[in-house]
């Protein structure tokens, strides 16, 4: 049988060590599974990196678990909780609903391009 309290001892004791491998990887799983779905890649392979990212994002919660249980509550706490909380989210909604990111997608591209195309700045402008 798992003893837990050694298990959080040793998540507490290396906090830094995991910390410093959690963050990234969170942020780089989800980054790619938004990059996938921007690239229009198959459902396979946009829910097989969101459950990775997923199954990251929920180390990372478990993580922060171990310094609440012992009432441990500060900036760093809360900042990684959102940002654990954000890649989850993400992740699933991925997951769940990928076509509403590529229609998310594509209104924001559109409205982007609208904008800068209406602002086109030519050279015999900046000459007056």
Request: aromatic residues 10%; positive net charge.
């Amino acid at each position: 049988m798992i003893d837990l309290n050694n298990l959080f001892e040793f998540s507490r004791n290396h906090c830094v060590a995991i910390c410093s491998f959690l963050v990234p990887a969170n942020l780089l799983a989800t980054s790619q599974t938004l990059l996938l779905l921007l690239l229009k890649r198959t459902i396979t392979q946009i829910r097989f990196l969101a459950v990775i990212a997923s199954i990251l994002a929920l180390t990372l919660f478990f993580h922060i678990a171990t310094w609440l249980v012992i009432g441990v509550v500060m900036p760093p706490t809360f900042i990684l909780l959102g940002l654990g909380t954000t890649c989850l989210v993400t992740n699933l909604w991925a997951i769940f609903a990928p076509s509403h990111f590529q229609r998310l997608f594509k209104s924001s591209w559109s409205l982007i391009r609208g904008r800068f195309s209406n602002h086109q700045v030519t050279v015999s402008n900046l000459t007056k």
